[in-house]
Nanobody, 123 residues
Framework: QLQLVESGGGSVQAGGSLRLSCAASGYRPRFYSMGWFRQAPGKKREGVAIINSSSRTSVAGSVKGRFTISEDNAKRILYLQMNNLKPEDTAMYYC?????????????????WGQGTQVTVSS
């Protein structure tokens, strides 16, 4: 089993920044995809950014140029740097992982999920 624990959420004003972290433990696949998803109340879960075991990344158009995904492979920590936050970025943010190397931003392609961390952006 692979366990994921997110941290770093909080409340900020529009234009501010936050960095989310996701610590992985347990099963360590050789090939993998890890990413961030978010879900606002009443909306479906959407992919934000993905990184795979080849260090390739994919970022959703709505956050491109503002959010950056990265990882510390040795520490098994995934990061999401979020800059110039907007009220529409308000959501629960989830870390996800899959033992397949791909660049999918589709939630159904991921097996392992964290509990989420709340991000609230006020105008």
């Amino acid at each position: 089993q692979l366990q994921l624990v997110e941290s770093g959420g909080g409340s900020v004003q529009a234009g501010g920044s936050l960095r989310l972290s996701c610590a992985a433990s347990g099963y360590r696949p050789r090939f993998y995809s890890m990413g961030w998803f978010r879900q606002a109340p009443g909306k479906k879960r959407e992919g934000v950014a993905i990184i795979n075991s080849s260090s390739r990344t994919s970022v959703a158009g709505s956050v491109k140029g503002r959010f950056t995904i990265s990882e510390d492979n040795a520490k098994r920590i995934l990061y999401l740097q979020m800059n110039n936050l907007k009220p529409e970025d308000t959501a629960m943010y989830y870390c996800a992982a899959e033992s397949v190397e791909r660049l999918s931003l589709e939630a159904h392609d991921f097996t392992y999920w964290g509990q989420g961390t709340q991000v609230t952006v006020s105008s």
